[in-house]
């Protein structure tokens, strides 16, 4: 039987880093997966839940299900977006028609490491890239979806690819979505501790499951003009091996 997903694409990734959503779609079907993008979709309504405008992020929570509830399997390649349709719809759905149907697309909808470890079984996907690569794990995917291993499994099977560990890893690297605008100069300052660990491993590139905190992070590294480059995991696993 023909494997399928369906592609869900934050935001982010639309808009300031489109290539991401290419180089997922090239992964899995690496692995062997049909993918198709809904074009109907839209924002997953997160940073209206996260501001308090459940009002505004509600109708975009409810569009969100109806377009994705026909698909078996839904990969994303950001951990908070997937983290805001599996462990928050409920909530911000409680009083909507599609709150069951919402809870049950949310333990169908995985981040793309999630995926290909958890489901499609895969740590090694022919990738490789001749680089020395340090791993920021976001704090959604960390703490609201459990990844820990699953990122560090699949770079490991990367060819050519030199794994550096960081100091303080898990600390938040001071993004945070509407926290960054809002406290402007504390999230500079995470940011900076995290570019500081990032560069004590002289790692030529940092990498993450969500691209809102690699922004961030470039933001920082670019401004203080750092060496360290921000490159999100699929873009390295969708480097093939020859």
């Not at 639309?14 to 979709?41: A, H, K, W």
């Not at 500079?188 to 905190?213: H, L, Q, R, W």
Request: proline letters at 4%.
């Amino acid at each position: 039987m023909e494997k399928r997903v369906a592609l869900f694409i934050p935001c982010f990734v639309d808009q300031m880093s489109p290539q991401i959503g290419l180089d997922t779609v090239t992964v899995l079907r690496r692995v062997g997966y049909q993918v198709e993008y809904p074009e109907d979709q839209t924002c997953c309504g997160q940073p209206g839940f996260n501001t308090g405008q459940w009002n505004a992020g509600r109708p975009c929570a409810e569009r969100f299900v109806k377009v994705f509830q026909r698909y078996d399997q839904i990969v994303c390649p950001s951990g908070s977006c997937t983290s805001m349709v599996r462990t928050h719809y409920s909530e911000l759905l409680k009083d909507s028609a599609l709150r069951a149907d919402a809870i049950a697309l949310g333990k169908r909808t995985f981040e793309l490491s999630e995926f290909l470890v958890r489901v499609a079984g895969v740590t090694d996907v022919n990738a490789e890239f001749s680089h020395s690569v340090t791993y920021h794990p976001s704090c959604h995917a960390t703490r609201e979806l459990g990844i820990y291993d699953e990122p560090i499994a699949l770079l490991s099977k990367v060819r050519g690819l030199e794994l550096k560990l960081m100091k303080d890893a898990n600390e938040c690297c001071g993004f945070g979505g509407m926290f960054s605008t809002k406290f402007g100069m504390i999230s500079a300052a995470m940011g900076e501790t995290k570019v500081a660990n990032i560069e004590a491993t002289e790692a030529e590139y940092v990498t993450a499951v969500d691209p809102s905190c690699l922004m961030h992070l470039e933001g920082v590294l670019r401004f203080k003009k750092h060496l360290p480059k921000a490159i999100h995991i699929a873009s390295i696993l969708a480097r093939e091996a020859r």
